[in-house]
Protein backbone atom coordinates (compact mmCIF):
# COMPACT_ATOMS: atom_id res chain seq x y z
CA UNK A 1 0.00 0.00 0.00
CA UNK A 2 1.24 3.56 -0.78
CA UNK A 3 -0.04 7.10 -1.18
CA UNK A 4 -1.50 6.32 -4.60
CA UNK A 5 -3.92 3.32 -2.82
CA UNK A 6 -7.42 4.92 -3.01
CA UNK A 7 -10.26 3.78 -0.49
CA UNK A 8 -14.01 5.33 -0.03
CA UNK A 9 -15.04 6.85 2.89
CA UNK A 10 -17.32 5.27 4.35
CA UNK A 11 -20.64 4.62 2.39
CA UNK A 12 -19.66 7.03 -0.15
CA UNK A 13 -18.32 7.95 -3.61
CA UNK A 14 -15.13 9.99 -2.09
CA UNK A 15 -12.21 8.16 -2.71
CA UNK A 16 -9.14 9.35 -0.76
CA UNK A 17 -5.65 8.25 0.00
CA UNK A 18 -4.32 6.28 3.31
CA UNK A 19 -3.11 9.14 4.38
CA UNK A 20 -4.52 12.46 4.34
CA UNK A 21 -2.30 16.01 5.15
CA UNK A 22 -3.56 17.75 8.06
CA UNK A 23 -3.00 21.41 8.19
CA UNK A 24 -2.42 22.69 11.75
CA UNK A 25 1.15 23.01 11.17
CA UNK A 26 0.06 25.81 8.30
CA UNK A 27 1.05 29.51 9.39
CA UNK A 28 0.87 28.64 12.94
CA UNK A 29 3.51 30.16 15.20
CA UNK A 30 6.37 28.45 17.49
CA UNK A 31 5.87 24.37 15.81
CA UNK A 32 4.46 25.53 12.55
CA UNK A 33 5.50 26.76 9.03
CA UNK A 34 5.25 29.44 6.90
CA UNK A 35 4.01 30.04 3.72
CA UNK A 36 7.06 28.60 1.61
CA UNK A 37 7.77 25.71 4.47
CA UNK A 38 3.76 24.74 4.25
CA UNK A 39 3.73 24.67 0.03
CA UNK A 40 7.08 22.30 0.03
CA UNK A 41 4.74 19.94 2.12
CA UNK A 42 2.30 19.88 0.11
CA UNK A 43 4.35 19.74 -3.21
CA UNK A 44 6.09 16.19 -1.82
CA UNK A 45 2.36 15.20 -0.76
CA UNK A 46 1.11 15.37 -4.24
CA UNK A 47 4.45 14.23 -5.54
CA UNK A 48 4.03 10.69 -3.81
CA UNK A 49 0.22 10.41 -4.66
CA UNK A 50 -1.75 12.01 -1.93
CA UNK A 51 -4.60 13.45 -2.43
CA UNK A 52 -6.07 15.09 0.89
CA UNK A 53 -5.72 17.96 2.27
CA UNK A 54 -7.30 18.94 5.59
CA UNK A 55 -7.83 22.04 7.22
CA UNK A 56 -10.40 24.09 9.41
CA UNK A 57 -11.58 27.77 9.98
CA UNK A 58 -9.19 28.15 13.45
CA UNK A 59 -5.95 26.67 12.19
CA UNK A 60 -4.01 29.84 12.43
CA UNK A 61 -6.44 32.36 12.67
CA UNK A 62 -7.51 31.27 8.88
CA UNK A 63 -4.22 31.50 6.67
CA UNK A 64 -4.03 27.69 7.19
CA UNK A 65 -6.40 27.53 4.57
CA UNK A 66 -5.51 30.51 3.03
CA UNK A 67 -2.01 28.75 2.16
CA UNK A 68 -3.89 26.05 0.71
CA UNK A 69 -6.25 27.29 -1.42
CA UNK A 70 -3.39 29.97 -2.74
CA UNK A 71 -1.46 26.64 -3.16
CA UNK A 72 -3.92 24.54 -5.08
CA UNK A 73 -5.45 27.58 -7.30
CA UNK A 74 -1.79 28.47 -8.25
CA UNK A 75 -1.05 25.06 -9.24
CA UNK A 76 -4.06 24.33 -10.73
CA UNK A 77 -4.87 21.62 -8.64
CA UNK A 78 -8.66 21.87 -7.54
CA UNK A 79 -9.67 18.96 -9.46
CA UNK A 80 -7.25 16.35 -8.43
CA UNK A 81 -7.60 17.19 -4.62
CA UNK A 82 -10.27 16.29 -2.13
CA UNK A 83 -10.34 19.42 0.14
CA UNK A 84 -11.42 19.09 3.52
CA UNK A 85 -12.00 21.96 5.86
CA UNK A 86 -13.50 22.48 9.02
CA UNK A 87 -16.24 24.71 11.67
CA UNK A 88 -17.46 24.71 15.52
CA UNK A 89 -14.44 25.92 17.38
CA UNK A 90 -14.54 29.54 18.16
CA UNK A 91 -12.52 32.02 16.16
CA UNK A 92 -12.12 34.35 18.55
CA UNK A 93 -15.02 36.83 17.53
CA UNK A 94 -17.25 36.27 19.36
CA UNK A 95 -20.16 34.53 21.68
CA UNK A 96 -21.91 33.38 18.01
CA UNK A 97 -18.03 32.89 16.23
CA UNK A 98 -18.36 28.88 17.18
CA UNK A 99 -20.95 25.69 17.91
CA UNK A 100 -22.77 23.96 15.45
CA UNK A 101 -25.79 26.12 14.89
CA UNK A 102 -26.80 27.08 11.76
CA UNK A 103 -25.91 30.76 11.83
CA UNK A 104 -22.37 29.81 12.57
CA UNK A 105 -21.83 26.88 10.47
CA UNK A 106 -22.96 28.95 7.29
CA UNK A 107 -20.97 31.64 8.26
CA UNK A 108 -17.97 29.67 8.71
CA UNK A 109 -18.30 27.89 5.23
CA UNK A 110 -18.79 30.83 3.30
CA UNK A 111 -15.69 32.31 4.74
CA UNK A 112 -13.85 29.36 4.51
CA UNK A 113 -14.82 28.84 0.70
CA UNK A 114 -13.07 32.93 0.24
CA UNK A 115 -10.44 31.54 1.96
CA UNK A 116 -9.99 28.37 -0.16
CA UNK A 117 -10.68 30.45 -3.49
CA UNK A 118 -12.87 27.23 -4.46
CA UNK A 119 -16.56 27.24 -4.49
CA UNK A 120 -17.02 23.95 -2.96
CA UNK A 121 -15.77 21.89 -0.42
CA UNK A 122 -15.68 18.23 -0.64
CA UNK A 123 -15.67 16.97 2.48
CA UNK A 124 -16.69 19.43 4.99
CA UNK A 125 -16.33 18.30 9.29
CA UNK A 126 -17.83 19.80 12.14
CA UNK A 127 -15.05 19.86 14.04
CA UNK A 128 -16.20 20.01 17.87
CA UNK A 129 -19.59 18.67 19.58
CA UNK A 130 -20.73 22.14 20.94
CA UNK A 131 -23.03 20.43 23.67
CA UNK A 132 -26.12 23.06 22.42
CA UNK A 133 -27.38 22.57 18.85
CA UNK A 134 -29.75 19.68 18.89
CA UNK A 135 -29.27 16.97 16.18
CA UNK A 136 -32.50 17.80 14.09
CA UNK A 137 -30.78 21.12 13.44
CA UNK A 138 -27.66 20.65 12.43
CA UNK A 139 -28.71 17.73 10.22
CA UNK A 140 -30.79 19.75 8.40
CA UNK A 141 -28.06 22.43 8.04
CA UNK A 142 -25.50 20.12 6.51
CA UNK A 143 -28.67 18.90 4.19
CA UNK A 144 -28.63 22.63 2.76
CA UNK A 145 -25.25 23.30 2.71
CA UNK A 146 -24.80 20.10 0.54
CA UNK A 147 -28.46 21.30 -1.58
CA UNK A 148 -26.97 24.29 -1.84
CA UNK A 149 -23.32 22.90 -3.47
CA UNK A 150 -21.32 24.18 -1.00
CA UNK A 151 -20.03 21.12 0.37
CA UNK A 152 -20.19 17.47 -1.09
CA UNK A 153 -19.79 15.32 1.56
CA UNK A 154 -19.57 16.08 5.61
CA UNK A 155 -18.31 14.40 8.82
CA UNK A 156 -18.21 14.51 12.35
CA UNK A 157 -15.35 15.25 14.61
CA UNK A 158 -14.84 15.22 18.58
CA UNK A 159 -18.51 14.19 19.03
CA UNK A 160 -20.17 11.80 21.54
CA UNK A 161 -21.11 8.57 19.68
CA UNK A 162 -25.08 8.73 21.19
CA UNK A 163 -25.07 12.35 19.20
CA UNK A 164 -23.44 10.98 15.99
CA UNK A 165 -25.86 7.84 15.78
CA UNK A 166 -29.04 10.46 16.46
CA UNK A 167 -27.99 12.50 13.34
CA UNK A 168 -27.04 9.05 11.14
CA UNK A 169 -30.82 7.48 12.25
CA UNK A 170 -32.40 11.04 11.65
CA UNK A 171 -30.56 10.88 8.30
CA UNK A 172 -31.85 7.40 7.48
CA UNK A 173 -35.41 7.75 7.90
CA UNK A 174 -36.08 11.73 6.58
CA UNK A 175 -33.65 10.66 3.45
CA UNK A 176 -31.07 13.44 4.19
CA UNK A 177 -27.29 13.50 3.88
CA UNK A 178 -25.74 11.09 6.54
CA UNK A 179 -22.21 11.65 7.63
CA UNK A 180 -19.85 9.63 5.87
CA UNK A 181 -16.71 10.14 8.07
CA UNK A 182 -15.24 10.18 11.75
CA UNK A 183 -12.31 12.14 12.60
CA UNK A 184 -11.15 11.32 16.60
CA UNK A 185 -8.17 11.23 18.41
CA UNK A 186 -6.77 7.16 17.91
CA UNK A 187 -3.45 6.47 18.99
CA UNK A 188 -1.86 3.89 20.97
CA UNK A 189 -1.81 6.47 23.60
CA UNK A 190 -5.55 6.90 23.64
CA UNK A 191 -7.80 4.02 22.37
CA UNK A 192 -11.02 5.45 23.95
CA UNK A 193 -12.61 5.10 20.28
CA UNK A 194 -12.63 1.47 20.20
CA UNK A 195 -15.62 1.03 22.75
CA UNK A 196 -18.31 3.07 20.98
CA UNK A 197 -17.48 5.24 17.58
CA UNK A 198 -15.69 1.82 15.92
CA UNK A 199 -18.40 -0.11 16.58
CA UNK A 200 -20.87 3.33 15.46
CA UNK A 201 -18.84 3.61 12.28
CA UNK A 202 -19.03 0.06 11.38
CA UNK A 203 -22.71 0.21 12.34
CA UNK A 204 -23.47 3.38 10.00
CA UNK A 205 -20.87 2.96 7.26
CA UNK A 206 -18.74 5.16 8.23
CA UNK A 207 -15.26 6.08 7.96
CA UNK A 208 -12.54 6.71 10.47
CA UNK A 209 -9.98 9.20 10.04
CA UNK A 210 -7.63 8.92 13.04
CA UNK A 211 -6.15 12.47 13.98
CA UNK A 212 -2.90 12.66 16.13
CA UNK A 213 -2.02 9.11 15.49
CA UNK A 214 1.52 9.42 16.97
CA UNK A 215 0.02 11.52 19.99
CA UNK A 216 0.87 15.16 19.00
CA UNK A 217 4.80 13.77 18.75
CA UNK A 218 4.67 11.96 22.23
CA UNK A 219 5.34 8.62 20.28
CA UNK A 220 7.95 10.02 18.23
CA UNK A 221 10.63 9.41 20.49
CA UNK A 222 11.23 13.44 20.82
CA UNK A 223 10.31 13.67 24.73
CA UNK A 224 12.75 12.62 27.50
CA UNK A 225 10.28 11.67 30.75
CA UNK A 226 13.13 13.63 33.26
CA UNK A 227 13.36 17.21 31.11
CA UNK A 228 9.69 17.22 31.09
CA UNK A 229 8.67 16.72 34.06
CA UNK A 230 11.33 19.35 35.56
CA UNK A 231 9.31 21.65 33.59
CA UNK A 232 6.49 23.68 33.69
CA UNK A 233 2.81 23.28 33.34
CA UNK A 234 1.79 23.36 29.66
CA UNK A 235 -1.38 25.45 28.85
CA UNK A 236 -4.25 23.91 26.91
CA UNK A 237 -6.01 25.07 24.08
CA UNK A 238 -6.14 25.59 20.31
CA UNK A 239 -2.98 26.88 18.67
CA UNK A 240 -4.90 29.20 16.54
CA UNK A 241 -3.10 32.63 16.15
CA UNK A 242 -1.28 32.99 13.59
CA UNK A 243 1.70 35.78 13.05
CA UNK A 244 1.31 38.70 10.34
CA UNK A 245 4.46 39.67 10.50
CA UNK A 246 6.46 37.48 8.34
CA UNK A 247 7.66 36.11 12.04
CA UNK A 248 5.84 32.84 12.03
CA UNK A 249 7.66 29.95 11.36
CA UNK A 250 9.30 26.37 13.14
CA UNK A 251 11.49 27.21 16.11
CA UNK A 252 10.16 23.51 17.79
CA UNK A 253 9.13 20.26 16.43
CA UNK A 254 7.88 19.40 19.99
CA UNK A 255 4.55 20.26 20.01
CA UNK A 256 3.33 19.17 23.87
CA UNK A 257 5.91 22.02 24.69
CA UNK A 258 3.56 24.57 24.71
CA UNK A 259 -0.48 24.99 23.75
CA UNK A 260 -1.68 22.39 22.61
CA UNK A 261 -4.91 20.73 22.71
CA UNK A 262 -3.84 18.10 25.59
CA UNK A 263 -1.78 20.24 28.14
CA UNK A 264 -0.03 18.00 30.41
CA UNK A 265 -2.74 15.31 30.08
CA UNK A 266 -0.42 12.85 27.84
CA UNK A 267 2.27 12.58 30.27
CA UNK A 268 1.24 9.56 32.26
CA UNK A 269 3.23 6.79 33.41
CA UNK A 270 1.19 4.46 30.99
CA UNK A 271 1.80 6.98 27.99
CA UNK A 272 5.75 6.73 29.04
CA UNK A 273 5.34 3.00 28.96
CA UNK A 274 3.99 2.95 25.51
CA UNK A 275 6.37 5.12 24.27
CA UNK A 276 9.03 3.20 25.37
CA UNK A 277 7.71 0.18 24.04
CA UNK A 278 7.20 1.73 21.25
CA UNK A 279 11.09 2.56 20.68
CA UNK A 280 12.39 -0.84 21.59
CA UNK A 281 10.01 -2.15 18.57
CA UNK A 282 11.70 0.20 16.41
CA UNK A 283 14.83 -0.61 17.33
CA UNK A 284 14.32 -4.30 16.83
CA UNK A 285 12.90 -3.12 13.78
CA UNK A 286 14.96 -1.04 12.14
CA UNK A 287 12.34 1.74 11.93
CA UNK A 288 11.72 4.96 13.73
CA UNK A 289 9.22 5.33 16.55
CA UNK A 290 6.58 7.45 14.33
CA UNK A 291 6.72 4.67 11.47
CA UNK A 292 5.57 2.61 14.23
CA UNK A 293 3.22 4.10 16.14
CA UNK A 294 2.14 5.34 12.22
CA UNK A 295 1.72 1.65 11.34
CA UNK A 296 -0.36 0.80 14.24
CA UNK A 297 -2.69 3.32 13.51
CA UNK A 298 -2.84 2.84 9.40
CA UNK A 299 -3.67 -1.32 10.50
CA UNK A 300 -6.65 -0.83 12.66
CA UNK A 301 -9.90 -1.91 11.51
CA UNK A 302 -12.21 0.72 10.52
CA UNK A 303 -9.94 3.11 9.88
CA UNK A 304 -9.64 4.42 6.05
CA UNK A 305 -7.31 7.52 5.87
CA UNK A 306 -4.97 8.60 8.92
CA UNK A 307 -4.45 12.22 9.21
CA UNK A 308 -0.88 13.25 9.05
CA UNK A 309 0.70 16.61 10.71
CA UNK A 310 4.34 17.51 9.14
CA UNK A 311 6.70 20.00 9.82
CA UNK A 312 9.10 19.61 6.71
CA UNK A 313 8.68 17.58 3.20
CA UNK A 314 10.94 15.02 4.49
CA UNK A 315 8.63 13.94 7.04
CA UNK A 316 5.99 13.26 4.47
CA UNK A 317 8.10 10.33 2.63
CA UNK A 318 9.31 8.89 6.34
CA UNK A 319 5.05 8.94 7.08
CA UNK A 320 4.74 7.28 3.58
CA UNK A 321 6.58 4.58 4.28
CA UNK A 322 4.50 3.51 7.20
CA UNK A 323 2.34 2.19 4.94
CA UNK A 324 4.51 -0.64 3.55
CA UNK A 325 5.43 -1.85 7.17
CA UNK A 326 3.91 -4.87 8.21
CA UNK A 327 4.58 -5.38 12.08
CA UNK A 328 4.74 -8.75 13.50
CA UNK A 329 2.11 -10.67 15.61
CA UNK A 330 4.49 -10.94 18.80
CA UNK A 331 4.73 -6.84 18.09
CA UNK A 332 1.13 -6.13 17.70
CA UNK A 333 0.66 -8.25 20.64
CA UNK A 334 3.10 -6.30 22.85
CA UNK A 335 1.84 -2.53 21.91
CA UNK A 336 -1.75 -4.14 22.64
CA UNK A 337 -0.79 -4.88 26.17
CA UNK A 338 1.52 -2.00 26.55
CA UNK A 339 -1.91 0.26 25.36
CA UNK A 340 -4.98 -1.60 26.37
CA UNK A 341 -7.10 0.39 28.63
CA UNK A 342 -9.49 -0.76 31.45
CA UNK A 343 -12.74 -1.64 29.94
CA UNK A 344 -16.17 -0.47 31.20
CA UNK A 345 -18.06 -3.29 33.00
CA UNK A 346 -21.00 -2.57 30.36
CA UNK A 347 -18.83 -3.77 27.94
CA UNK A 348 -16.85 -6.50 29.61
CA UNK A 349 -20.45 -7.55 30.85
CA UNK A 350 -21.26 -8.20 27.00
CA UNK A 351 -18.19 -10.27 25.67
CA UNK A 352 -16.77 -13.83 26.47
CA UNK A 353 -16.22 -15.09 28.95
CA UNK A 354 -18.39 -13.21 31.62
CA UNK A 355 -21.23 -12.95 28.74
CA UNK A 356 -21.26 -16.61 28.09
CA UNK A 357 -21.18 -17.18 32.64
CA UNK A 358 -23.77 -14.40 33.73
CA UNK A 359 -26.14 -13.83 30.53
CA UNK A 360 -25.93 -17.66 28.76
CA UNK A 361 -25.56 -20.19 31.84
CA UNK A 362 -22.26 -21.29 30.75
CA UNK A 363 -22.76 -22.00 27.57
CA UNK A 364 -20.09 -21.31 24.40
CA UNK A 365 -21.57 -18.97 22.67
CA UNK A 366 -19.22 -17.14 19.76
CA UNK A 367 -20.04 -13.39 18.47
CA UNK A 368 -20.33 -13.33 14.60
CA UNK A 369 -17.12 -13.31 12.79
Known sequence: MNLRTYRPLGQSGLLVSPLSLGTMTFGTPRWGLDEAGSRAVM???FELGGNVIDTADVYAGGQSEEIVGSFIAERGLRDEIVLATKS???NGRGLLAGGNGARHVNASIEASLKRLRTDFIDLYWIHVWDGITP???LLQTMAN????????????????AWYVAQLATLAAVRGLP?????????SLADRTVESEHLPLAEAFSMGLMPWSPLAYGLLTGKYDRAAV?????????VPNEGARDGSDGPTSER?????????DMLFTDRNWRIADEVKRIATETGETPARVALAWVIGRPGVTSTLMGVSRPAQVTENADALGLALS???LTALDKVSVGSESILYSLARAPARNHVVFGGADVRSRG
Open 88 to 90: GFS
Open 135 to 137: AEE
Open 255 to 263: RLDGDNPFG
Open 329 to 331: TEQ
Open 178 to 186: APVGLQYFY
Open 145 to 160: VIRTGKARYWGISNTP
Open 43 to 45: EKY
Open 229 to 237: EVAGSRKSG
